[in-house]
């Protein structure tokens, strides 16, 4: 699976859009992005994910450059409860290998 | 609420004491997973089961041993623990079709272990 760089923190003011980046300049063309967080002391909360195109839930957005060398999540209104560490996981969908590799991700807090 | 259940919430253990953790997933998944999460470490894989077959097993000691009666259902047995084992022990399921569904894996809240 590519390996991917997130900064390991960003802070943002509350009712602003986050922006998270992440780059994954190894990524092949099989392989899909996915963004996870966990806020302290709790599981792991799927986002969204995507291969080529932007994406958009109600959680979040996901653009991921034309290259696909890079992608963001965007947050669009943070709130005090977005605050969390963020994962951005590059790997291959299906097969018989499940394997989720989680980085250290990016502490996002958001501040009043 | 993911639709993934975990008990207990909290665990004190010994180190000669065995004790089990249990996940529920009510999501129809078919794919079971056993994380650990240290203090400020990545979480780490440890277990996988398909289908109730176990498909990957990560380099975990035998005194943690998985059993998965079905693919609803998903234990950890823990015996004669070390102190270093205190973690947080999560519990994932994830559905089985769809381009890029299937390793949407959705987490439990996680049991917190301590081993004294």
Known sequence: DAKTTQPTSMDCAEGRAANLPCNH????????VYWYRQI???GPQYIIHGLKNNETNE???LIITEDRKSSTL???HATLRDTAVYYCIVRVSGGSNYKLTFGKGTLLTVNP | ETGVTQTPRHLVMGMTNKKSLKCEQHLGHNAMYWYKQSAKKPLELMFVYNFKEQTENNSVPSRFSPECPNSSHLFLHLHTLQPEDSALYLCASSPKSGRGVRDTQYFGPGTRLTVL
Not at chain 1, 25 to 32: D, L, R
């Open chain 1, 59 to 61: 959680m979040a957005s």
């Open chain 1, 74 to 76: 965007i947050l669009p």
């Open chain 1, 25 to 32: 300049s190894t990524i092949s063309g099989n392989e899909y």
């Open chain 1, 40 to 42: 302290h002391s709790q």
